[in-house]
């Protein structure tokens, strides 16, 4: 409710925030939020976004990430050295292509 308020341009020029009550003249601010879904957004609040999808890391993008910074961390926080465990490339692929479920690497 408080984000329609401030979105709302005959509410936000005398915007109050409760919590410090001091008004705000938000009229000539630019709000910019990030979502991996819209399915939780309320229709009013979308009503009032304008929406610019952004495409996820491709598997040529996440391989590179995974070989170069996630694999590595993954070993040192497990104790393994780079020689103790092997992991081929197509196995890797595997696990970026079907255990992710989302466009980054932040499940992987």
């Known amino acids: 409710a408080a984000l329609l308020e401030v979105l709302d ?5 005398n915007f109050i925030d409760h919590y410090l009550n001091v008004p705000f003249d938000l009229s000539q601010v630019l709000f910019i939020a990030t979502a991996n879904s ?5 229709r009013p609040l979308l ?9 996820g890391y491709s598997l040529e993008d996440k391989l590179p ?13 497990h104790g393994l050295k780079e020689n103790e ?8 692929k ?12 932040r499940t992987l």
């Open 9 to 13: 341009p005959e509410q936000n020029s």
């Open 94 to 105: 595997d696990i970026v292509s079907k255990y992710t479920r989302e466009a980054g690497v």
């Open 47 to 55: 009503d009032r976004m304008e929406i610019i999808p952004v495409t």
């Open 85 to 92: 465990i092997q992991i081929n490339e197509s196995t890797l």
């Open 38 to 42: 819209l399915r939780n957004i309320s």
């Open 65 to 77: 990430i995974a070989t170069r910074h996630l694999l590595p961390r993954q070993l040192g926080e």
